[in-house]
């Protein structure tokens, strides 16, 4: 059979009406359950900038941890990250008495916790894995005043949340911008903004630098082999584009023989 | 040259070579086992699946010295023992982690390149069904591993199929019990995950490997062509179209090896939760008893059978649904018996048929990406319809069919269909409206397909003449 008139094995054309058909079914079964989101703020972490992220400790070792833990990561492993020997770390930022190798647990008893929040705040380096940094520093940043929550208080990126509004003192009082969308597919009036109610002890450039810190801070400790992975990573990669260029070249080089029927190793008797 | 010392290598290896086949071993499955020169891209990945097979092997042992199986320990064992506290930790877990992803991919692939090259059918059926029991027990090994780390979704996920296994008439209860250890998902059925995931399911699927092996060289490779290279043989009773496994694949499938390697280690570095498809955002998040997620999902790979099982809101009928997917593959070396092996050289709906048969898994997984809503439901049953029909319609193209015949089966496949969308609204599984709303897809489907056979005979014809050689081969081709 002469190489024309062979048929082929790949069918562009229906390969490219597959992937197309599929795109399209993909947004079927997807539009399902629509919630209006509001707009998340943009965020770029800059890991490097070791100042941000000592600041951010600072303000997550004592406020937050109170409440919420971060067990994934020991007070022993944060002044590498942080860019500080431990010596100054236990200075400026401390252990909140707990062992130096000790994981970091809240430092309120959970029972305590449960009698004022009602639900055990979720371990944030588990939440900093799952949420993006631009969730996290909208979510910081966007309580509002809701009088019909236990709190006073409710968010733009996570309605109904039970986290009471810890900021009010820095950033001051919000109230919502509300449009009226979609929640779970029923009309409803959602909250996609907030606007300053009530003057904090900071101004609006400073409070969100902190909150940024913070964000930078959270990220650090939820990915914290970033630097590694960055630099291993072209390396074993690097490695592997080169083999493959030389395997294929040896891959051509032996099969120059099958190409041209040269392989005459069948002549050998059974 | 120094020729005393080589001449004493020569005998110790005599020496082990006398009492261990290596030599005649080497020579009958490697540099005179012949192989058909055509091979091509299709044909990298059962090499691939073992190396990877291998890769996940290694990993898990690391994995398993420092995991503990343990509800009050697992999560952060995982979580910060094994990722942060012992050294290259997170390595290896990611390693393991993209690694199931690509076992699955590769499987996948390595199926379907049998289904369009026709390589169940005789003598490679037992080769075939050989394979479908590896996909069991590899699938079974994914889901025992998925419960380990102790997050949201790996407990509900365990807890909804152990859950379904439950509906199996008579015996799914105590079944269910056996597996969980207790009456829900607790330490006891941690425990015993632990130990199927880590010895029993691993030594089953080397055994099976094994056997998958044995088997192809028994047989011999197809090939993308379905031609039987042992056919035509010269006069020493060599395949004139084969060429010695070793060097000729060993190299090729090295150059495969090494552009996995590429995509591999991409994902390792650089994106190893795979946009939460590879590993789920809710499973950073420890797993709690009290409360269930809003959207509980399989990882990627089990999405369309989640689809099937999701259609038939019955968990029994359900349950069947899904595996009977299987048992439609395990029954192809039935289903098809025409003669012709390759999908090259089969009929144009043919083709079309096979790649509908991947078009609909497809479609059935992104639908079981969506929420749990209704909608996504009946569009699950009815795209299960069309996935069904592309293996139940493989009987039709064994020969070529009269209009009469052809018009018999247009009418009973639909019948088929609108019977048992009539049974799901009377066992109150859907209401009509939304039934009707996608029943075309199916209905169309079937229309399409014998529409054209009965309008244009030519698309059923497959070719009149197969090829007495290989075709060229190379990669791409
Ligand atoms: C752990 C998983 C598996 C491994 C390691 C594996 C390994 C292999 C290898 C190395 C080959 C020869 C190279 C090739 O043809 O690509 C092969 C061939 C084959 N495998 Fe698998 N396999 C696996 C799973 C399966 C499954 C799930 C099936 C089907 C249900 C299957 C069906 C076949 C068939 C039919 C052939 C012969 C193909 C031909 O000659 O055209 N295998 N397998």
Redesign the pocket.
């Known amino acids: 059979m002469t190489k024309q008139n062979a048929p082929r094995g790949n069918h562009p054309v229906l390969l490219a009406l597959l992937v197309g058909l599929l795109a399209g079914f993909g947004g079927l079964a997807r539009a399902s359950v629509a919630t209006t989101k509001p707009p998340l703020r943009p965020i770029t972490v800059n890991l490097q900038d070791k100042s941000a992220l000592q600041n951010g400790a600072l303000y997550t070792l004592h406020m937050c941890v109170a409440c919420h833990s971060l067990q994934g990561v020991r007070y022993s492993s944060l002044p590498k990250m942080l860019g500080m020997n431990r010596v100054e770390f236990e200075k400026v930022i401390g252990t909140n008495g707990k062992h130096y190798h000790d994981t970091i647990t809240s430092t309120m008893p959970p029972a305590i916790i449960n009698a004022f929040v009602k639900i055990l705040p979720p371990d944030l380096t588990d939440i900093a894995r799952r949420r993006s940094p631009a969730w996290l520093y909208t979510y910081l940043t966007s309580f509002y005043v809701d009088p019909s929550r236990p709190s006073g208080v409710n968010n733009t990126v996570r309605y109904n949340v039970a986290m009471p509004d810890v900021f009010a003192p820095m950033q001051g009082l919000q109230k919502p911008v509300m449009v009226q969308g979609l929640r779970f597919g029923s009309p409803a009036q959602v909250a996609i903004g907030v606007k300053p109610l009530t003057q904090g002890s900071m101004t609006q450039a400073q409070f969100d630098r902190t909150a940024r810190d913070i964000v930078y801070f959270l990220y650090a400790v939820a990915h914290p082999h970033q630097q590694e992975r960055a630099r291993l990573g072209p390396w074993i990669i690097g490695l592997f584009l080169v083999l493959s260029v030389l395997t294929f070249l040896i891959y051509k080089l032996y099969w120059r023989r099958v190409i041209t029927g040269e392989e005459r190793w069948w002549r050998v008797g059974k | 040259m120094n020729s005393s010392k080589q001449s004493r290598a020569r005998r110790v290896f005599g020496w082990f070579d006398d009492r261990l086949p290596i030599s005649s071993l080497w020579r009958s499955q490697l540099t005179r086992y012949p192989a ?1 020169k055509n ?1 091509n891209l ?9 190396l ?2 291998v890769l996940q092997l290694a990993t898990g042992l690391f994995l398993a010295i420092h995991y503990q199986p343990n509800p009050h320990l697992a999560y952060w064992s995982v979580l910060r023992g094994i990722q942060r506290d012992s050294r290259w930790g997170w390595l290896i877990r990611d390693m393991h982690i993209v690694g199931a992803s690509a ?1 699955f991919l ?2 996948y692939l ?2 379907y ?2 289904i369009m ?4 059918k005789k003598p ?1 059926e037992l ?9 069991l ?2 699938a079974a090994e994914a889901f025992l591993g998925y419960l380990l780390p102790w997050g949201q979704m790996s407990y509900w996920g365990s807890a909804v199929v152990t859950n379904f296994v439950t509906a199996v008439p008579v015996i799914g209860k105590p079944i269910a019990t056996w597996l969980r250890g207790s009456f829900v998902v607790g330490l006891p059925t941690l425990n015993r995950f632990f130990v199927f995931h880590v010895f029993l399911m691993p030594v089953l ?1 080397l055994a ?2 094994l056997v ?2 044995i088997a ?1 060289h028994h ?6 062509d379905g031609v039987e290279i042992h056919e035509n043989v010269n006069e020493s009773g060599w395949p004139r179209d084969g060429i010695p496994f070793h060097p000729y694949y060993t190299v090729k499938d090295l150059f495969g090896v090494s552009v996995f390697f590429v995509v591999f280690f991409w994902f390792v570095f650089y994106n190893p939760g795979g946009w939460g498809l590879l590993l789920d955002k809710l499973n950073y998040t420890p797993a709690n008893i009290l409360h269930t997620p809003a959207d509980i999902h399989p990882l990627w790979f089990f999405l369309p059978f989640y689809a099937m099982l999701r259609g038939v809101p019955d968990k029994l009928y359900g349950i069947m649904a899904f595996g009977g997917s299987f048992a439609l ?2 029954c192809l070396p039935l289903l098809d018996r025409n003669p012709v092996r390759s999908i090259r050289y089969r009929s144009v709906l043919y083709k079309i048929d096979i790649l509908m048969m991947a078009f609909s898994f497809l479609w059935l997984g992104l639908i079981a990406h969506g929420f749990a809503t209704e909608h996504n439901m009946v569009y699950g049953l009815h795209v299960t319809e069309v996935f069904y029909s592309t293996f139940l319609l493989l009987p039709f193209f064994n020969r070529e069919r009269s209009t009469r015949a052809k018009v018999i089966w247009l009418v009973a496949a639909e019948a088929v269909v609108w019977l048992i969308d009539l049974w799901m609204y009377s066992i109150h599984a859907h209401g009509w409206d939304l039934m009707l709303l996608t029943d075309w897809i199916p209905t169309l489907y079937l229309l399409l397909l014998f529409g054209l056979a009965i309008g244009f005979p030519a698309l059923t014809r497959d070719a009149q003449k197969l090829p007495e050689r290989l075709t060229a081969g190379g990669i791409f081709h």
């Not at chain 2, 090259?117 to 169940?120: C, F, H, K, R, V």
């Not at chain 2, 080769?127 to 996909?135: H, K, T």
């Not at chain 2, 047989?219 to 993308?224: E, T």
Request: proline share 4%; hydrophobic share 60%.
């Open positions: 058909p091979f299709w044909y990298f990945f059962g090499s691939l699946a073992m990877v097979l076992f590769l499987v390595h199926m390149r049998g090259y026709g390589s169940y490679r080769l075939w069904l050989v394979g479908i029991f590896i996909y027990a590899l699927l099976l490997v998958h092996m192809l047989v011999g490779s197809n090939n993308p593959l395990a």
